[in-house]
């Protein structure tokens, strides 16, 4: 499962930023990745989409690198269902 | 023709803290704010829940039957203020003067709920049609068009549009054309209705709307609030006020504009610089001069911490002497209508010798190092003040106000 969130994810932002996967680890910072606001928004649209899970503002706020964004994204992905990811007011 | 003062003759205002502007003025000059949960549409589908929202408004407590099929929300909202502000002014209307006036609004986004309307009747209900009245409900100059034939101006009417600088850029056109004589009155402002579902939804995926309420320059930020109203001054030359007796709430002495050449959403410093430099340029005043400034100051971490190093810059030393504050933090972000209702709560300030604050404030910021009037109503004397709009996609335009003073 974790291999699996991570090949997603590093397979999002290669697609997004137009370089070699084999170029970003789990230790990328996203700021070395050069994503910038606007990318990191359209990423984690992305990502929501991609496993159909809702990224609260506060969590999008502390996944500053790849690592923390597979783990975060685990997280909400172990929580679905857990609770409707539509609550308002979960950030 | 020579230069002439613009004096402000009329003002009118309808927001989350009134329906015109003694009411908003009440709650601007004690700190009230009028920020709370969403209950226009269904905000149970929304990651955010508040908004500064004109709460229980009704169309038909203002407008005839025969006329509300033809007006969307920002619409009424441009068209009620503008009724105070025409109604405050006393002018008594002429052929000639109905030639010579002039009619400039702003609007970020135009009858968009008209919009979500119809795209809803399409695409959810699978009408085949939609409302007939639609595209000349959403065009964003409504608001200009409708001035013009329920008061018979006939002079040189159009709308601006520049997202959240929208109105600020509206009024400081229409200031021009007054002072370099080319209109003899101005109607001018701005309005917004942006509390629709799907352009909420849209700003909740930009993730910079706070989940519970806008407290800018403080350290614990969390984002905007969406707020929803219009504004709209009256302009004519100081001398033609005068000579007829007009109450004069205030004067516009400069406006400066710039494009920051950067980032579609992120701002630049150097940019709104400009326009603050632009602004007292046109204006003729030394920095030292200003007293106040009615910030943009949106409450997202990125704008306040900028705004700041602008003032900063622009202002070196004297940055320590300004009373700033941002009034969005009572009406909220009323996006193309924010120019104009934060005018509004400058000129009264000016007026009044009372300083707007910002509300909510909680907690001191090393990067908003400024003097930002924290919750309480400041009673100070200020002869001139600014009023910062920086746009997204880096548009900028900044007012200087001067106090009525002959």
């Known amino acids: 499962m974790s291999d699996d969130v991570a090949e997603k994810v590093i397979a999002a932002i290669a697609k997004m930023k137009r370089i070699p996967p084999k170029t970003i680890t789990l230790d990328s910072s996203l700021e070395e990745l050069k994503i910038d606001s606007l990318d990191g928004l359209n990423l984690f649209f992305d990502l929501e989409e991609a496993f159909d899970i809702n990224i609260p503002d506060e969590g999008a706020k502390t996944m500053r690198s790849v690592r923390q964004v597979v783990e975060g994204l685990q997280q909400l992905i172990a929580n679905k269902g857990a609770s409707n990811p539509g609550t308002p007011g979960q950030s | 023709m020579p230069r002439c003062r613009v004096a402000i003759t009329g003002l009118g205002v309808i927001s989350a803290l009134g329906r015109n502007s003694g009411e908003f003025w009440n709650s601007i000059s004690q700190g009230i704010s009028g920020i709370g949960p969403i209950e226009l549409i269904d905000r149970t589908q929304l990651r955010f829940q508040n908004a500064a ?127 370099e004589g080319l209109a003899a ?109 009615n910030a943009h100051g949106t409450g997202t971490p990125a704008n306040d911490s900028t705004e700041t190093a602008v003032i900063r810059s622009v202002f070196g030393k004297h940055a320590d002497k300004l009373a700033i504050s941002s009034t969005k933090s009572m009406h909220g972000h009323a996006l193309g209508a924010a120019g104009a209702i934060e005018a509004i709560a400058t000129v009264l300030g000016l007026q009044d010798g009372i300083l707007p604050p910002t509300a909510n404030y909680a907690e001191p910021d090393p990067e908003c190092d400024l003097d930002v009037i924290p919750n309480i109503p400041r009673a100070a004397v200020c002869e001139y003040a600014l009023s910062n709009s920086f746009a997204f996609g880096g548009l900028n335009a900044v007012l200087a106000f001067r106090r009525p003073v002959s």
């Open chain 2, 53 to 179: 929202e004109v709460h229980g408004y009704r169309t038909e407590d203002y407008f005839a039957a025969d006329r509300i099929s033809l007006l969307d929300r920002f619409c009424e909202f441009g068209l009620i203020a503008a009724q105070e502000a025409i109604r405050a002014s006393g002018i008594e209307w002429t052929p000639e003067l109905r030639e010579r006036t002039a009619i400039v609004t702003g609007t970020a986004t135009g009858g968009q709920t008209t919009e979500d309307v119809a795209f809803w009747d399409l695409y959810r209900l699978q009408r085949s049609r939609v409302n007939p009245l639609s595209i000349a409900k959403v065009m964003a100059n409504a608001v200009a068009s409708h001035i013009s034939m329920e008061y018979g101006i006939t002079g040189p009417a159009f709308t601006l549009s520049t997202a959240c600088s929208s109105s600020n850029h509206a009024i400081g056109h229409a200031f021009w054309m007054v002072r």
């Open chain 2, 185 to 293: 009155l101005a109607v001018t402002g701005g309005s917004e209705a942006p509390l629709s579902f799907a352009n909420l939804k849209a700003w909740e995926a930009m993730r910079v709307v706070s989940p519970d309420t806008c407290r800018p320059f403080s350290k614990n930020r969390t984002g905007m609030i969406l707020g929803e109203g219009g504004g709209m001054l009256v302009l004519e030359p100081w001398d033609a006020a005068r000579a007829r007796g007009a109450k004069i709430f205030g004067e516009i002495v400069g406006f400066g504009m710039s494009a920051d050449a950067h980032h579609i959403t992120s701002p630049s410093s150097e940019g709104a610089a400009r326009a603050v430099k632009s602004a007292l340029g046109d204006a003729g005043l030394p920095p030292e001069m200003i007293g106040y400034i």
